[in-house]
């Protein structure tokens, strides 16, 4: 089984000895809200002769789709985070690395805790995803970026390949270069095809960069709060094997779906 429905915590004591090369965890941001969202099913709708398809995928209204996304405290958070990060370390090979996904409530306490937990020389790169949606405020600049923590277990042997992006110099135009360590990619928009009305889904684009950066071809890309499994479909789009559990049943439903489809 690839997706199971299960606590982080119970899958980690499942997992062998150094069998994982990647853990990307997205986990509840703490964020004292319930994050809701609308299933989003896809009908086969006949198109109008001459179309050039068969079928046309169009969105229609499913189940309801929420998590809790509420702990006591910062600390309540973090301990919940703790124990989770240590049961899961053996689990990681020599080479692993981890890419832990917060933003901007628990990035500085999470930062901490993967320095005592790996040690602070293992620290590798703070990402910055910009995703440009959202309000603004009128009190402050707008919040417009998640941090993602990237740490390796050992800082000498960890696989690295590093992406190409577009440039956007002029100098550059059309031609490719290095990512940085902001990855700027739209969130995902209501028409998007990929869009599952999972709340929080992260775009496949974001996955699809960081999992062929810091997987290697074939290696085992675990994460252990999947929701609608992006990190999974990018995982087995890419070449790499994919493993995740979430402890909602309808995230387990979804990302199984979303595994299935893009196998063929
Ligand atoms: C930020 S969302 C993940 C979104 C995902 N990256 C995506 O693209 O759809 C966090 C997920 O963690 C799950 N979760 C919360 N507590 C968990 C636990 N103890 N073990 C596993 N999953 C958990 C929630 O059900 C939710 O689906």
Known sequence: MTVHLA??????????????????????????KTQQGIERVSTKEPRPSGSGSESNPSPAAGARLAY????????????????????????????????????????????????????????????????GLGGSSPRRFARKHDDILFYAVDPER???????????????????????????IPAINNMA???????????????????????????????????SGTTLEAAAASGRRPLGCDINPHAVAIARRRLASSKG
């Not at 989770?84 to 306490?109: F, G, M, N, Q, Y």
């Not at 997987?215 to 890309?221: E, I, K, Q």
Request: glycine share 4%; aromatic share 8%; with cysteine.
């Open 68 to 131: 809790a996304d509420t702990f006591a405290s910062t600390a309540a958070w973090l301990a919940w985070l703790r124990e989770r990060l240590e049961a899961t370390l053996p689990a990681l090979k020599p080479t692993a690395s981890i890419l832990l996904h917060v933003d901007w409530r628990t990035s500085h306490h999470a930062r901490l805790l993967l320095d005592e937990l790996l040690g602070p020389d293992h620290f590798v790169n703070h990402l910055i995803w910009t995703y």
């Open 193 to 227: 095809h990929e869009r599952t009305g999972y709340p929080t889904q992260k775009p496949l684009a974001l996955l699809r960069l960081l999992v062929t950066a810091c997987c290697p071809p074939g290696g085992l890309v675990l994460d252990p709060c999947c929701g």
């Open 7 to 32: 606590d982080w915590l119970e899958l980690a004591h499942t997992l062998d000895a150094a069998s994982v090369d990647l853990l990307y965890a997205d986990p509840p941001f703490n964020t004292g």
């Open 158 to 184: 960890y696989h690295f390949e590093p992406p190409m992006v577009p440039a956007t110099s002029n100098r550059m135009k059309g031609r490719l270069k290095k990512a940085t360590d902001v990855l700027d």
